[in-house]
């Protein structure tokens, strides 16, 4: 059975400082993807990320970096120097091979960056 | 915009009542999928369309909750009989096909008295 965990409810960090958002997966298949979405206050969900299961290399994009482990089934993410804009619900995903990307998602982590 | 379109935005009906929910998808997606989100929660799945077909109505929760896609591009998600249960914010997203890449829209907020 798929299972995306993200053990963190929420996060409080004061701006500037490095956070890392957990997330921990499970499936029986082979060929799966991973995601990274954002729920800001408005309520609309941006899309960040997509990893497939080949790819294990480290994705760095700005202040964001995600850390993809097969050996852990863990997808973490990373945002360096954080800054109040960055205030939201983070959201991990999967979905696995043949489901036509219908993803199954964590609880979400809600991150608060204090000025 | 040119971003994914829910109306209405907000919804209060009464226990019983027939709902219908509108999702305008970005244009030139084909793929378009309907989530339910209740407070706290991450998205689950209810429908998946690929063009004006549903291609995997396995998230539907009962036979109250019924989709359409008839020209491909706009959907609306129809609930009968309504019940207190059906209260969330019911997500519309639609990708380019087969890129995984969901775009989503505001989403509309159900509530049920």
């Known amino acids: 059975a798929q299972k995306v965990t993200q053990a963190q409810t929420e996060i409080s960090v004061v701006e500037k400082e490095d956070v890392t958002l957990d997330c921990v997966y499970e499936?029986?298949?082979?060929?799966?993807?991973l995601f990274w979405y954002k729920q800001p206050p408005s309520g609309e969900l941006v899309f960040l990320i997509r990893r497939n299961s080949f790819d294990e290399q480290n994705e760095i994009s700005g202040r964001y970096s995600w850390n993809f482990q097969k050996s852990t089934s863990s997808f973490n993410f990373t945002i360096t120097a954080s800054q109040v804009v960055d205030s939201a619900v983070y959201f991990c995903a999967l979905s696995e091979r043949d489901s036509n990307y219908q993803l199954i998602w964590g609880a979400g982590t809600k991150l608060i960056i204090k000025p | 915009g040119a971003g994914v379109s829910q109306t209405p935005s907000n919804k209060v009906t009464e226990k019983g009542k027939y709902v219908e929910l509108r999702c305008d998808p970005i244009s030139g997606h084909t793929a378009l999928y309907w989530y339910r989100q209740s407070l706290g929660q991450g998205p689950e799945f209810l429908i998946y369309?690929?063009?004006?077909?549903?291609?995997?109505d396995s998230g539907l929760p009962n036979d109250r909750f019924f989709a359409v896609r008839p020209e491909g591009s706009v959907s609306t998600l129809k609930i009968q009989r309504t019940e207190r249960g059906d209260s969330a914010v019911y997500l519309c997203a639609s990708s380019p096909e087969f890129t995984g890449e969901l775009f989503f829209g505001e989403g509309s907020r159900l509530t049920v008295l």
């Open positions: 369309f690929q063009g004006t077909g549903a291609a995997d």
């Open positions: 499936t029986r298949d082979t060929t799966y993807y």
